[in-house]
Each structure stands twice: as structure tokens, then as C-alpha cells.
């Protein structure tokens, strides 16, 4: 299954060419990729086939986005639905919702953007304001979020509110979906490091959301939320990023004595990070929550990351205008590496605390 | 006792039989104990074209018990020159080339010079390596890592415990984020020497290629994490983790002489990291144990 899985990704992605870049799964953006990967049946692949999935496990989900990955393929557009919205109503949906979202999801019909952050709720997500009152049979959502990835292409926003008040402010929280074309939604653009447009502030007034559209259980939203981090944080995609770069490396032959003793290195880490990443899937697929595991690859995948761009830094006097062009997107997008998804910081808390 | 009614995982067994043991204890008396209950005995009967997992893995498990506990007996040099060949004795202390550690110039069986001690207080030689087969390198390699992960797990249990329980501040120590980020690393540090470990000893019934990949990667990961996770056990441990009495003590000089016994390998085997993104990817895919083949 993994082979005819890895070679299926390997034929699609000779037959559909696109120019590879770092970070590709948040910074290349290509609708017609993502549905085209839909149509091959190489989104989804975890999912049940009456949801529109593949049928298969979390294992082979990761086989294919190490694959896509690998390439520096364009992801961006139904990254977050198909890793971390679609896994979270098969979890905590309803029937109804599941079937609602999940077949539109697997084809890249419909995508998502995250919102959790806020102005003033970043690594401690839990003191988040944004409120979600009854209305009727439905709810009625007001609040900021902000660094919201892609929310200005995103048919759909994922929002974690606060239902109720309670002594502890782990309890009271719900997971929403949201159409993003609701009336009194205000998307405004944030622009990174290479003056791109990428993330967003989302300001939601009295944004209106049908009941049937709450993830789960109304106010266990922090416990669901936490096993959606495995999701979020334990894949390939926290040490890949800048994969491209390396390979391109290699490819152009740029590799010296001093280069050839720290790929040793990269290959090491290359090695021990696709092993655990192999476990949180199998843990994913025996039903657990393995956030712990997810946190530490994605704390060692940063370093990783930083490692391959200090790595090619000496040799880029020597590369190509591609090559460069690979190493500038890697360096540029490095910062973030550190905090989106949970700071590194964070993570070793979370890390230390584990027994 | 034969090998084959050893329990599968000798991990804990090792480890119910030694903790009540003095560090640095009375090494013959702990080595008879050792080759009574058939620890040294254990791959015997290893062949070297097919090496039995099960053989294999309790080797390790008894290995790692010993580093876990701070005891440093020549068990694993001794596996290792008796595997396969059977020596007449149970209870000899035996070194082979490739893990001539340390235990050399007591060894029972092997004539060394005795040119000083390590850390753990183990006699050393100077005697170059002669040419060693890949797998019995392999072989010795993977049984110095389960000794310096075992020391570590020991130095992190250590490390923790003293963080949980020391207040200072007016509250435990592992309640400032600073203590609990410097603890994080030091167990992100502990997983990847187990995850490479674990990669070489699945790899000993592979292809040659694959392991001499897995071999060189792993020395480069404990050459890099060990001496670090000396370091930040004891910043953790504050200066009780250096008296005598201290458990953190003997795992700390464990893993010293381990990982500068390591050193004597210099850049070995480093070209077995290829230089080709394809052959790359393909060796860094996690062994598959069941299908004995690498998952490309
Ligand atoms: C490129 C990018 C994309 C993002 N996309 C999204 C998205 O789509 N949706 C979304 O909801 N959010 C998104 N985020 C937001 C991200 O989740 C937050 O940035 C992150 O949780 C950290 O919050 P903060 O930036 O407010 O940092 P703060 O919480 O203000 O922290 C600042 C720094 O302080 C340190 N720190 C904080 N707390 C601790 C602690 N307890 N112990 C030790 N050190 C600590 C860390 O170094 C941290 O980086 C994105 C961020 C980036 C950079």
C-alpha cells in the first residue's frame, strides 16, 4: 500500500508541473493543484470513502504529504481543511456535519482557514475572548482573530469562541464553523517578511452561524481543541518546509568537504524526525491523541529547518538564481517556523511536563 | 540457563535484579551474578549472516538496564566478543576489537596493555582497531548506544525528579519556565538517541548499505546529544548531582567514557550518507521490522 501510494504521488506529480518552493504547504497557493490531487484521490486518503476519503489510514496520509512535501509541491489551499478540519468532524462532528463538509473537503471544493489567535490570546489560547451567543436555533459570533492563514481565500473559518463563562476558562469553549461570505465578517490583510500576503486579521460582528454548524460538544471545545493539535503540529510539514533548498543542493552538485560533514547531520535528524512522525500517525490511527509526540517533532522540525538553511548558506555564492531563489523563500519564512502552530518555547513546557 | 529461556525484553528483569546494588560496587562479585543468571551467555548463539532479533533485543534490554542504573560492568564488550563463538566459560570477561572498551586490559580472554582508566573508572588500551567486519562494528555499536541510552534515561529520571521535588522561589523548581524548557530539551535530546538506537538494532538484519547509513547517522546524533545531556542533567541537578552520593553521578560518568570511547571511531563509515537526494530520502524512511526493507 505505502509503495503504490508513494509511486501514485510520484506519477501526479510528473504529470502536473509546478515550480517547487519552500514552505510550500503555507506559502503556494494553487486551487487547481489541490483539486486536481482531490480528483487522483491523494487528499483525503485517511478518510472513510461514504465521506468522500480514500478509505486508508493516517500512515498513508502521511506517505502522500511527505511525497508532496518532498517536491516543494503547492499546498496551501486545502492544507488546513484536509490535515486538521476534516480529522476534527470525523472526531467531534455530527453525521450531519460530517457529511456536509468532508465530501466538498476531500475534493478541495471548500477550504478552511484557523481561527484561534487572538490580539491578545497567542500561547496561551485558552484566555480568548471572541464570543458566541444563542440566536434562535443558531448562534450569533463577535470577536477578533487574527494571523488567520489564507482567510482571504478560504471559503470557510474555523473559530474557537467562548460559549459561557465559567470558573475554569478551559471549560465554555466551542468549536464553530463559519462561511466566510457571512454578513458583518471584515478580513484585512497582514503582510509577512517578504511583504506577501499571507495571513489576516478576521473581525467577526454578530457573524451569524447556523447550530448545526458547532463542532462536537458546546463547550468542550478545549479538550477537542487539544487533540487537534496533534493533527496540527505532528506532521512532515514541521521539518520539510525548507527540504526543498536541500535537495536543490544536492541536485546542483554544490556539496564541498565542510557541506558533505554537516549533511551527516541533516540526515540524522531527517532520519530520527520521519520516524516519529511515523508513530504520532500510527498513534493517530489506533484512535489516540498523541499531542506530546506531536510537540516534540515539531520543536526538533524547526531546529531541522534552521539547520539545513544555516547549512547552505556558505554554498550560495556559488548556486544558481533557482537555487537562491529556494534558500531566500526558506530564510524568509524561518521565523515563523518557531511559532506558528505553538511556539517552540511551548512546546518544551508542554515537553517537560509529559511523564 | 540457555538463552532461550531468557525473557524476551530482559530490561526489566535486569533492572529488578540490580537496583538494590552498590555503585561502584564489588565488580566480580556483580560479573558472577551476572553470567549466573546467563547475561553474558545471551548471543552465544547469534548467527552473523541472520542475527536473531529476539537475541538481539534482549542483549539491548540488558544493556540499557545497566546504563539505566549507573552500573558500568564490561557486559556488552563481552556480548560482543562472544557472539557467535562461544567462549568454554560463563563467566570470562571478554573483548573483541570492536568494543575492546574499556574492559581490555582485565579481560579474561584477549591480552591487552592497560594504558589508564576512563571515567566509569574502566581500564582502557591503546591497541588499534584492526579491520572489523561492518556488522560486527554494528553489532558493538548498537550495544555502546543502549548503554548511553540507558545511562541517559537514568541522568533524565534523575534530573526530573530533583526539579519536581526541590523548592526554591517558594515553589518547586520545574514551576519556572526556564527550568522546564532546559528539561524539554534535555528529553527532546534523550528521544532522538533513542530514535537512532532503535533505527541501527532494526537495521542489523538489513542490507549493508542501509546500516552503514543508520550506523553513521547515529554516531553523529550521540557524538552531538550525549555530551549535552550530561551538561544540562546536572545544570537541572544543581551541585548535589555531582557528589558521590548522587545517582545522576554514575550515569554522568557512564556516558563520558561511553561517548569518548565513541570518539576513537572518528569520521568512520561517514561516507555512507549519500550525496544524492534520492538515495537520501529513501535511507532516512523508518525501517520497517515486519517487511525487513526500508519504505521508500
Ligand atoms: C506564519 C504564521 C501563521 C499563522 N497562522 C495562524 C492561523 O492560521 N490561525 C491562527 O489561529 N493562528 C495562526 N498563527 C498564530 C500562532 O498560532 C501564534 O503566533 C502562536 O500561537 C504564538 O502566539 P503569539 O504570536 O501571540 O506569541 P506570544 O504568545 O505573544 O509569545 C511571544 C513569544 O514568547 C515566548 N513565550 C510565550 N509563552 C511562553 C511560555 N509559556 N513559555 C516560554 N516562552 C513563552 C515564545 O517565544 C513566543 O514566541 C500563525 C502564526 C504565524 C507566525
Not at chain 1, 496520509?61 to 486545502?78: M, Q, S
Not at chain 1, 544536492?250 to 557541506?259: H, M, P, S
Not at chain 1, 506530546?292 to 548556486?319: N, Q
Not at chain 2, 544524492?276 to 521490522?289: C, G, H
Request: some cysteine; hydrophobic content about 45%.
Amino acid at each position: 500500500m505505502t509503495e503504490e501510494l508513494r509511486r501514485r504521488v510520484r506519477d501526479f506529480l510528473a504529470a502536473h508541473p509546478f515550480t517547487p518552493r519552500c514552505d510550500s504547504w503555507a506559502g503556494s497557493y494553487d486551487l487547481d493543484f489541490s483539486r486536481e490531487l482531490g480528483k487522483a484521490g491523494l487528499l483525503a486518503v485517511s478518510w472513510p470513502e461514504r465521506l468522500g476519503g480514500g478509505g486508508g489510514t493516517a500512515v498513508d496520509r502521511l506517505v502522500v504529504t511527505e511525497e508532496l512535501l518532498r517536491a516543494g509541491a503547492p499546498l496551501a489551499a486545502h492544507w488546513v481543511g484536509e490535515r486538521q478540519i476534516g480529522p476534527t468532524l470525523l472526531r467531534h462532528g455530527s453525521p450531519e456535519l460530517q457529511e456536509e463538509f468532508c465530501p466538498p473537503l476531500a475534493r478541495a471544493e471548500c477550504t478552511f482557514a484557523l481561527g484561534m489567535s487572538e490580539p491578545d490570546a497567542g500561547s496561551d489560547l485558552a484566555s480568548l475572548r471572541t464570543s458566541a451567543v444563542r440566536d434562535g436555533d443558531g448562534w450569533r459570533i463577535t470577536g477578533r482573530k487574527i494571523w488567520t492563514s489564507g482567510a482571504h481565500r478560504a471559503s470557510h473559518l474555523y473559530v474557537l469562541a467562548r460559549t459561557s463563562r465559567e470558573a475554569d476558562r478551559h471549560d465554555g469553549l466551542t468549536e464553530f464553523v463559519v462561511a466566510l461570505d457571512s454578513p458583518g465578517i471584515t478580513v484585512t490583510p497582514i503582510l509577512d517578511l517578504r511583504g506577501e500576503h499571507h495571513f489576516n486579521e478576521v473581525v467577526l460582528d454578530e457573524v451569524a452561524v447556523p447550530g448545526r454548524w458547532a463542532i462536537g460538544r458546546v463547550g468542550e471545545g478545549w479538550r477537542q481543541v487539544v487533540g487537534q493539535l496533534a493533527f496540527e503540529r505532528g506532521g512532515p510539514e514541521r521539518f520539510l518546509s525548507t527540504y526543498p533548498l536541500l535537495s536543490a543542493v544536492l541536485a546542483a552538485g554544490l556539496v564541498d568537504d565542510t557541506a558533505r560533514r554537516g549533511l551527516r547531520a541533516l540526515a540524522a535528524r531527517l532520519q530520527i524526525l520521519r520516524a516519529w512522525v511515523l508513530e504520532t500517525a500510527q498513534v493517530l490511527d489506533a484512535g489516540g491523541s498523541p499531542v506530546v509526540p506531536a510537540a516534540t517533532s515539531k520543536y526538533l522540525g524547526h531546529e531541522f529547518e534552521l539547520s539545513v538553511i544555516d547549512w547552505a548558506r556558505p554554498l550560495m555564492p556559488r548556486a544558481t538564481p533557482a537555487v537562491r531563489a529556494l534558500y531566500d523563500q526558506a530564510l524568509a519564512a524561518s521565523p515563523a517556523s518557531g511559532i506558528r502552530g505553538g511556539a517552540a518555547p511551548v512546546m518544551l513546557s508542554m515537553i517537560a511536563r509529559d511523564n | 540457563m540457555t538463552t532461550h529461556t531468557l525473557e524476551a525484553d530482559l530490561d526489566a528483569s535486569v533492572s529488578e535484579v540490580i537496583a538494590g546494588w552498590e555503585r561502584p560496587g564489588d565488580l566480580r562479585e556483580q560479573w558472577r551474578i551476572a553470567a549466573e543468571l546467563g547475561w553474558t551467555t545471551i548471543l552465544d548463539d547469534l548467527r552473523a549472516d541472520a542475527p536473531e532479533q529476539d537475541l538481539i533485543d534482549a542483549a539491548c534490554g540488558a544493556v540499557t538496564a545497566l546504563g539505566r542504573g549507573g552500573i558500568a560492568l564490561p557486559l556488552r564488550q563481552t556480548l560482543v566478543a562472544r557472539a557467535g563463538t562461544p567462549l568454554s566459560t560463563v563467566d570470562a570477561i571478554a573483548v573483541h576489537s570492536a568494543a575492546q572498551g574499556i574492559w581490555a586490559p582485565i579481560a579474561d580472554a584477549g591480552a591487552f596493555e592497560e594504558a589508564g582508566r576512563d571515567l566509569a573508572n574502566r581500564p582502557y588500551s591503546l591497541v588499534p582497531a584492526a579491520e572489523i567486519p561492518l556488522r560486527r562494528t554494528a553489532l558493538s555499536e548498537v550495544l555502546r548506544l543502549q548503554e548511553m541510552l540507558g545511562a541517559a534515561q537514568g541522568a533524565v529520571a534523575e534530573a526530573r525528579r530533583y526539579v519536581t521535588e526541590r523548592v526554591q522561589f517558594g515553589k518547586p523548581l520545574a514551576a519556572i519556565p526556564a527550568v522546564r524548557t532546559t528539561l524539554g530539551q534535555l528529553k527532546v535530546d534523550v528521544r532522538q538517541l533513542e530514535t537512532v538506537t532503535h533505527e541501527v538494532r532494526l537495521r542489523l538484519s538489513g542490507d549493508d548499505g542501509a546500516l552503514a547509513f543508520a550506523l553513521a547517522t547515529a554516531r553523529e546524533v550521540a557524538a552531538t546529544v550525549v555530551p549535552r545531556i550530561a551538561q544540562t542533567a546536572h545544570q537541572l541537578h544543581g551541585a548535589m548531582g555531582v557528589t558521590y552520593e548522587a545517582a545522576l553521578h554514575w550515569r554522568t560518568r557512564l556516558l563520558w567514557a561511553d561517548c569518548d570511547e565513541g570518539a576513537r571511531w572518528g569520521d568512520d563509515g561517514a561516507d555512507a550518507v549519500p550525496v544524492e537526494e534520492t538515495a537520501l530520502w529513501s535511507l532516512t524512511a523508518p525501517y520497517s521490522a515486519g517487511t525487513n526493507a526500508i519504505s521508500r
